[in-house]
């Protein structure tokens, strides 16, 4: 069976959902080789193979930290050259778009982004997109060349298919090109203790209805309650209610959770484009007109300074 | 010496119109109100910026696209880019992402550039690849999603913010940007602006000025092919209720019966 690569989202080892998904996308299509790069790739290994990666490639250097992006994209061609792959999936964070998109023009393959589905076609893998604010769904492929296709995170539900998970020595060699963009310092973020946004099963987010950075805690307490991440709209963002890396929409994160929980939020294309694809849209605005409405399954209006502190009692006189 | 300063600019539908693909399952251009694609506004204020703070800077704004493109050429010189170029071809039809990146590649190797300043993805495509592409292709140090961006002594440094990390990045010039919406308002054009960009001279060039072959681009070249577009059905009226005291309890409810508590 070919072989697919999948490249490995992770920190210092400990493996992000993500790329669990993309293993059981890559099963569909061929037998799943995983580029680790970077330390852990023991840690990893395990649960790699625990989810149907017959071997890991790795590779560690410290240019991988040092410059941005190209090292990464050398050990990947590496990778490459050694599997001859039928196809390579790259989770779509904004890092991993830009590996997929020079990967692409080395090796003369075709490049598609945001998958929001993949199955195996008479032509190669088929990949399902949300076009257009997620108003268009299209079904592609890539017509010449090895496929480069970056995946969405919750595209699939990850699922457990033992493999061997071999770790095999990678050989890289980091060409001088590749050094030309330092990082002269990293600023690791905080982590909030929440989930993941763009990985998190239920996302409450607030907009500029929240009123203020000091309010906030009021939609973090309705996530507490049902162990969701936080979002926030771009309006709420660029007032400097809550920081950039929870924006959801267009520049911002795109989220795909079960849940979505609007609040504030009046539903611009722009914030659309980042989650109308979640399975279950509920919204809280004291506007009847607000277009969020026309996606909810559930809304509310009314007050969200009245609905949501209630709703976060109930949830918890709920869950005991 | 004067730094010359590329930008790349893209003209899109409008995300506000009922955007839709033609017959051959391209985006429909013609169908629809277009502009400026907003991200590459920033690119545009950026650039002037960068501009500003040189000895001597000359910009130029390039964009790939049917005959309106030139809308978007002409609203980027208005805010005070001095010109530009516009490739414009039949055979471009339907170019996916590795078919530009190469037109774009060819293009800016024959205007000349010391610094390359994209946006961080297109409203259209939204695939945000172009950036990294262009770097590859010219073998240049890519320096992308920056939220600040300053040149100085032949160099670019940077502020790109990452999921995991905020990093501050250098590099030598020549090399190509990209900027997020998170790097300062673009400025509005000036009646002055306005009118002056009448005047600034916009360059047409076909695939045979830049020595690229018709196969290489357009939908027959495309590396990708769409097979299925289809509208998403339009999701189902859900439940709107009116709080009157009970919305919250309502929700619960809901919440509860789809088994999220
Ligand atoms: C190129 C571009 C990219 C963009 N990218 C994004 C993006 O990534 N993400 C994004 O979100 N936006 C994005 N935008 C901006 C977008 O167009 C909207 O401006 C933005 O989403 C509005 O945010 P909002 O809904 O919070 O604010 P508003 O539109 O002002 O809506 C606030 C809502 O809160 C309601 N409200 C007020 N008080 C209360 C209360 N007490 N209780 C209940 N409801 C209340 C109001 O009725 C209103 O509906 C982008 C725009 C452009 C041009
Ligand atoms: N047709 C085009 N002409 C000129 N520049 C473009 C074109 N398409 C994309 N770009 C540039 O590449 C960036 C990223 O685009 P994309 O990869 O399509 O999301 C845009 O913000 C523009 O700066």
Redesign the pocket.
């Known amino acids: 069976m070919a072989e697919v690569l999948v490249y490995v989202d992770h920190v210092d080892g400990a493996v992000r959902k993500p790329t669990l998904e993309l293993l059981t996308l890559a099963r569909r299509i061929g037998e799943p080789v995983a580029v680790h790069l970077g330390p852990g790739a023991e840690q990893a290994a395990a649960v790699l193979g625990e989810h149907g990666a017959v071997k890991v490639l790795t590779a560690d250097a410290p240019e991988f930290a040092e410059y941005l992006v190209a090292p990464k994209v050398d050990a990947l061609q590496a990778a490459y050259e050694a599997v001859s792959p039928a196809a390579v999936l790259v989770p779509s964070s904004a890092e991993g778009k830009e590996i997929a998109a020079r990967l692409a023009i080395r090796i003369g393959g075709g490049i598609i982004t945001d998958a929001v589905d993949l199955e195996a076609g008479a032509e190669g893998p088929v990949a399902t997109q949300s076009v257009f604010a997620a108003s268009f769904t299209t079904k592609s492929r890539v017509s010449k060349g090895t496929p480069v296709i970056t995946v969405k995170p919750n595209s699939a539900a990850p699922e457990a298919a033992p493999a061997a998970g071999t770790v095999e020595q990678l050989a890289v060699t980091i060409g001088e090109k590749s050094k030309g963009t330092k990082v002269v310092s990293r600023t690791p973020r905080e982590s909030t203790g929440r989930p993941e946004l763009t990985e998190a099963a239920i996302v409450v987010s607030?907009?500029?209805?929240?009123?203020g950075a000091e309010n906030f805690p009021v939609i973090e307490a309705l996530a507490d309650s049902l162990g969701a991440a936080v979002g926030?709209?771009?309006?709420?963002?660029d007032a400097g209610w809550y920081p950039h890396t929870h924006?959801?929409?267009?520049?911002?994160k795109s989220v795909s959770p079960q849940l979505y929980i609007a609040?504030?939020?009046?539903?611009?294309?722009?914030?659309r484009?980042?989650m109308q694809t979640s399975k279950t849209i509920v919204a809280?605005?004291?506007?009847a007109e607000?277009p969020?409405f026309e996606l909810v399954d559930y809304g509310v209006v009314?007050?969200?300074?009245d609905?949501v502190p209630q709703l976060t009692e109930e949830i918890k006189t709920r869950k005991g | 010496m004067s730094l010359r300063i590329v930008v790349c600019v893209k003209y899109v539908p409008d995300?506000t119109g009922d955007r839709h693909f033609a017959e051959d399952l391209t985006v429909d251009r013609d169908d629809v109100d277009g502009l400026l694609?907003?991200?590459d506004e920033y690119a545009v204020e950026q650039a002037l910026q960068i501009a500003d703070e040189a000895d001597e800077a000359e910009i130029t704004v390039l964009t790939i696209g049917p005959e309106d493109a030139k809308d978007a050429l002409r609203k980027a010189l208005s805010m005070g880019a001095d010109k530009a170029v516009h490739v414009e071809d039949d055979d471009l039809h339907g170019t996916d992402a590795v078919g530009t990146s190469l037109v774009l590649a060819k293009a800016v190797e024959h205007i000349g550039y010391d610094l390359i300043v994209c946006g961080m993805a297109s409203?259209d495509g939204g695939m945000g690849v172009l950036p990294a592409m262009l770097a590859e292709r010219l073998g240049l140090p890519q320096v992308t999603l920056l939220s600040e961006v300053s040149v100085e002594d032949g160099k670019v440094t940077g502020r790109r913010d990452g999921d995991a990390a905020s990093e501050q990045l250098e590099a030598a010039l020549p090399a190509v940007v990209s900027v997020t919406?998170q790097s300062g308002e673009a400025r509005y054009p000036s009646f002055k602006g306005i009118m002056a960009a009448k005047k600034k001279p916009v360059e047409s060039l076909d695939l045979s000025d830049l020595g690229i072959e018709a196969d290489e681009v357009g939908l027959e070249g495309a590396w990708t092919a769409v097979d299925e577009a289809t509208e998403r059905p339009a999701r189902t009226a859900g439940t709107v209720v009116t709080d009157e005291g009970e919305g919250a309890k309502q929700l619960a409810e809901f919440l509860a019966g789809q088994k999220f508590i």
């Open positions: 607030g907009g500029r209805g929240v009123g926030a709209s771009r309006a709420a963002v924006q959801v929409g267009q520049t911002g609040a504030g939020i009046s539903g611009a294309i722009q914030h484009a980042g809280i605005n004291k506007d607000a969020i009314g007050d969200l300074f609905v | 995300a694609s907003e991200l409203t919406d």
